[in-house]
């Protein structure tokens, strides 16, 4: 299994955990387990069937987009980062 950190963005969907353990020999299967036992969370991390571009997922501290994406290998204690991208702001230039 490998670990999962979950970010606060992330956590209501997940009960409140910080870190769930997850079962795959890829990173996309240790995400579709995720979301097979939280549902909630396909609505956060999948656009079209597809991982969101928004979302970015980090294996020992590497990007998986510099690895194999979601075919990307998983070890059994290796540990997941998800972390999607925040925006926000005014919408509004301060600098003019």
Do not use: C, H, K
């Amino acid at each position: 299994m490998a670990a999962v950190r979950i970010p606060p963005t992330l956590r209501a969907e997940v009960g409140g955990l910080r870190e769930l353990e997850a079962r795959g020999d890829t990173i996309g299967a240790v995400i579709d387990d995720l979301v097979e036992r939280y549902p909630p969370l396909a609505g956060q991390l999948y656009s079209d069937g597809e991982l969101a571009s928004f979302v970015n997922v980090y294996l020992g501290g590497e990007d998986i987009r510099t690895l194999d994406g979601l075919d990307t290998p998983v070890d059994d204690g290796e540990t997941v980062i998800l972390l999607p991208a925040m925006a926000g702001g005014s919408g509004s230039d301060p600098w003019v």
